[in-house]
């Protein structure tokens, strides 16, 4: 079926653009964005993903303040309407590619909503080359990734209080990818190969901005310290310096019981010396809010009607609670680089 992205001249495929070249069941196309202020005391995420072949869109909002997480998840019937970023009461909007987008939340039954403009501080990077991975001789991972930081205005409303989001204090992140990749569709989707348990079980992903630059890695291991994957990037917002590759990433993680509080990181590149790094924890998004890496035998791109929404808002203060919905957990970081201080979201695939 036609649509309106076919009157442009950018075909890929021998087909409309309401398919996809691969018929794999996973394929998805998402974007996540994660926003917050210096201090960690308010956290943001928004989430959007594609599931052409399961004629699925679905989405996900997280609120953290106050010591507790709100979440709310929506999920409608894809049809031929992918250019609509539109499910209840989500919605994105691309103001001006790779530089800014626009996203909001409207009235929903979890008491929270919000209308925030991201805005980049540097065109964003590929990540390359992009992440592919077979298991048991079949495709596990398949997907391109490319990252950006920026800086975030607009006002976030939790219980009838209103959050003023200014430049100068809130920062953000997103990543955009597309392909092939796990608990997507269901463990039915995967057969007994791509279950519930991720291939690198100690995964770890980054995106930050210290000291004038973006950095952004991809990697993992598996539970006996064996690297399974790694790559990034990192460059100047000045555009004339060339990026340079990461190469390896080492990590001391210092803990509060099993509670990831401090760490340690030398960041390792394909010219040049060593960046050594130290973090500190502000706040933890728990993602499991948007059912990455499934919530209560939901996984994304499950097909669950015209249109469905659910949600709930988490107690962090309760160490029952944090047991159960930790997974895959966005930690917001201080970022110290010498003399220099900025701020990221390290992604872990386990618990601390």
């Known amino acids: 079926m036609l649509?309106?992205?076919?009157?442009?001249?950018?075909?890929?495929?021998?087909?409309?653009?309401?398919?996809?070249?691969?018929?794999?069941?996973?394929?998805?196309?998402?974007?996540?964005?994660m926003v917050h202020d210096t201090e960690g005391k308010l956290c943001i995420g928004h989430g959007t993903g594609v599931y052409p072949n399961l004629s699925v869109m679905d989405g996900w909002a997280i609120v953290s303040v106050n010591n507790k997480q709100r979440n709310i998840r929506v999920s409608r019937e894809l049809l031929h309407d992918r250019e609509k970023l539109t499910i209840g009461p989500l919605h994105a909007e691309i103001v001006d590619p790779l530089q800014k987008w626009r996203?909001?939340?409207?009235?929903?039954?979890?008491?929270?909503?919000?209308?925030?403009?991201?805005?980049?501080?540097?065109?964003?990077?590929?990540?390359?080359p992009p992440a592919f991975r077979r298991y048991h001789n079949a495709?596990?991972?398949?997907?391109?990734?490319?990252?950006?930081?920026?800086?975030?205005?607009?006002k976030v409303t939790v219980d009838g209080k209103t959050f003023?989001?200014?430049?100068?204090?809130?920062?953000?992140?997103?990543?955009?990818?597309?392909?092939?990749?796990?608990?997507?569709?269901?463990p039915q989707c995967g057969g007994r190969i791509f279950q519930e348990k991720w291939p690198s079980p100690r995964?770890?992903?980054?995106?930050?901005?210290?000291?004038?630059?973006?950095?952004?890695?991809?990697?993992?291991?598996?539970?006996?310290?064996?690297?399974?994957?790694?790559?990034?990037?990192?460059?100047?917002?000045?555009?004339?310096?060339?990026?340079?590759r990461i190469t390896d990433v080492q990590r001391d993680f210092k803990l509060s019981g099993d509670r990831f509080q401090t760490c340690d990181m030398t960041v390792s590149l394909s010219r040049g010396l060593p960046l050594k790094m130290s973090l500190r924890r502000l706040n933890t998004v728990f993602l499991r809010g948007g059912a990455y890496a499934g919530l209560n035998g939901y996984?994304?791109?499950?097909?669950?009607?015209?249109?469905?929404?659910?949600?709930?808002?988490?107690?962090?203060?309760?160490?029952?609670?944090?047991?159960?919905?930790?997974?895959?957990?966005?930690?917001?970081?201080?970022?110290?680089?010498?003399?220099?201080v900025g701020y990221g979201v390290g992604e872990l695939y386990y618990k601390l």
Not at 139 to 153: D, I, L
Not at 171 to 180: A, E
Not at 305 to 330: F, M, P, Q, R, Y
């Open 3 to 33: 649509t309106k992205m076919d009157e442009y001249p950018i075909h890929q495929t021998y087909t409309t653009f309401d398919h996809v070249a691969d018929g794999d069941p996973r394929w998805f196309d998402r974007f996540w964005f």
């Open 103 to 128: 996203l909001t939340l409207g009235s929903n039954d979890l008491g929270f909503s919000y209308d925030i403009e991201f805005e980049s501080l540097a065109p964003p990077y590929e990540l390359n």
């Open 139 to 154: 495709v596990e991972t398949n997907a391109c990734h490319y990252n950006q930081s920026g800086r975030c205005q607009g």
């Open 164 to 186: 003023t989001l200014d430049k100068t204090r809130f920062f953000g992140y997103r990543d955009r990818s597309w392909g092939v990749r796990p608990q997507v569709g269901g």
């Open 203 to 244: 995964g770890n992903f980054m995106v930050a901005n210290v000291g004038g630059f973006h950095l952004c890695y991809m990697g993992g291991e598996r539970q006996d310290g064996v690297r399974s994957f790694t790559g990034g990037i990192v460059y100047n917002y000045d555009q004339n310096k060339p990026p340079v």
């Open 299 to 340: 996984y994304h791109g499950m097909y669950r009607g015209d249109l469905h929404v659910e949600g709930e808002v988490w107690d962090l203060k309760d160490d029952a609670t944090l047991d159960a919905i930790s997974g895959v957990n966005d930690h917001v970081v201080e970022c110290r680089l010498g003399d220099k």
